[in-house]
């Protein structure tokens, strides 16, 4: 069973789920990082939001050259994805923005402080959660 599948089912009983990534990241990283036939990955994408049906999107936007300083300054192991050269990172984001045309998302902006970062989305995660412990039954 596919983890779409599984969050699928999870996401009809009813539960409030968060998760990062998603879908929307085969957009990013497999159409436009890593190049995948675009027909196929759009495909992916698109069966992924119909099952999972996200009531809030948040994504992060930061300069790749920014982004990528960040995480390597900050960790010493570097994976598949932080030896990845400049060029990719630039078409991982391209990617993202593709993918906003689709698919609507709150835009926080991820060059501030890592505190501004985090008050902004715990503010859309909380008015999230307020209007669902609020709605009518």
Same mark, same amino acid.
């Given at each position: *069973?596919?983890?779409? &599948? @599984? @969050? $699928?089912?999870?996401?009809? =009983? $009813?539960?409030?789920?968060?998760?990062?990534?998603?879908?929307?990241?085969? =957009?990013?990283?497999?159409?436009?990082? $890593?190049?995948?036939?675009?027909?196929?990955?759009?495909?992916?994408? &698109?069966?992924?939001? !119909?099952?999972?049906? %996200?009531?809030?999107?948040?994504?992060?936007?930061?300069?790749?050259?920014? /982004?990528? #300083?960040?995480?390597?300054?900050?960790?010493?192991?570097?994976?598949?994805?932080?030896?990845?050269?400049?060029?990719?990172?630039?078409?991982? /984001? &391209?990617?993202?923005?593709? =993918?906003? !045309?689709?698919?609507? /998302?709150?835009?926080?902006?991820?060059?501030? %402080?890592?505190?501004?970062?985090?008050?902004? #989305?715990?503010?859309?995660?909380?008015?999230?959660?307020? *209007?669902?412990?609020?709605?009518? =039954?």
């Amino acid at each position: *069973e596919s983890l779409i &599948e @599984l @969050l $699928g089912a999870q996401r009809t =009983a $009813g539960p409030i789920m968060l998760h990062d990534r998603g879908p929307l990241s085969t =957009a990013a990283y497999q159409i436009y990082g $890593g190049g995948i036939d675009p027909s196929v990955g759009w495909s992916h994408v &698109e069966h992924g939001m !119909k099952r999972l049906k %996200p009531d809030l999107i948040i994504m992060y936007e930061c300069d790749p050259h920014v /982004a990528l #300083t960040r995480v390597r300054q900050h960790s010493s192991k570097h994976d598949y994805f932080e030896n990845q050269p400049l060029s990719y990172f630039e078409r991982v /984001a &391209e990617g993202y923005k593709q =993918a906003l !045309k689709r698919y609507p /998302a709150v835009i926080i902006d991820a060059s501030q %402080p890592i505190e501004q970062v985090h008050k902004s #989305t715990m503010q859309h995660i909380n008015n999230l959660l307020e *209007e669902k412990t609020n709605r009518p =039954a």
